[in-house]
């Protein structure tokens, strides 16, 4: 098993740039999560998913939108980058189980010049 | 409103000492607490849990935690800290059963010297 996965590694946009981040598990999980990680704030949830064709809004979603067209797949849009978007970005997923915990990704390094 | 405090931003250790992380919590009800590692340009590792039941937890490469409802506190330790423990630790709380999100808090860098 590969676990998460996410694509690309590390991307610089420029202001006014579109991307999309890809998110991928092959642990069948239900529930799968974007966050973005910025020093001395912890993680803060963008948005999320709790199975496939739903999503839902997380602390900070604005300026990003998310699909899940297939379960094992998750993915994060910027529409139209800014500054404040740079940031480590990961994904995570977990099983329906109340106990169970969530496996991450190994991160997306964006930066916005 | 942040859900978990961790009061520490830097814990320095000499190699061999014990290693605490210090976590408080401010959630309604029982809480989920979990401690998840995360070494340099990775991602987040899970460490432990505590879900219910016995109030001290063990966990991966030798690390436990105590959980202490009257002190709403779920800190992390090692007897003995090595030095490839040098990471950033994050505490973080599902606020209730069926809650399907965590809360992290900012994370404590800890560096453990030779």
């Known amino acids: 098993n590969a676990g998460v996965t996410q694509t690309p590694k590390f991307r610089v946009l420029k202001t006014g740039q579109s991307m999309t981040l890809l998110c991928a598990q092959d642990?069948?999980?239900?529930?799968m999560y974007w966050y973005r990680q910025d020093p001395g704030m912890g993680l803060r949830l963008i948005h999320y998913?709790?199975?496939?064709?739903?999503?839902a809004k997380g602390e900070v979603p604005d300026g990003y939108n998310v699909s899940r067209l297939k379960k094992q797949n998750f993915l994060l849009g910027l529409e139209s980058a800014a500054p404040s978007q740079t940031s480590v970005y990961f994904c995570a997923s977990r099983t329906q189980g109340e106990t169970d915990t969530q496996y991450f990704g190994p991160g997306t390094r964006l930066t916005v010049l | 409103a942040q859900s978990v405090a961790q009061p520490e931003d830097q814990v320095n250790v000499a190699e061999g000492n014990p290693l605490t992380v210090k976590c408080t919590y401010s959630?309604?009800?029982?809480?989920?607490l979990f401690w998840y590692v995360q070494y340099p340009n990775r991602g987040l590792q899970f460490l432990l849990k505590y879900i219910t039941g016995d109030n001290l937890v063990k966990g991966s490469y030798g690390f436990e935690a105590e959980f202490n409802k009257s002190q709403t506190s779920f800190h992390l330790k090692k007897p003995s800290a090595l030095v490839s423990d040098s990471a950033l630790y994050f505490c973080?709380?599902?606020?209730?059963?069926?809650?399907?999100?965590?809360?992290f808090g900012a994370g404590t860098t800890v560096t453990v010297r030779a």
């Open positions: 959630v309604s009800g029982n809480p989920y």
């Open positions: 973080a709380v599902r606020r209730y059963f069926n809650d399907y999100k965590l809360s």
């Open positions: 642990m069948n999980h239900e529930y």
């Open positions: 998913s709790v199975g496939e064709g739903t999503t």
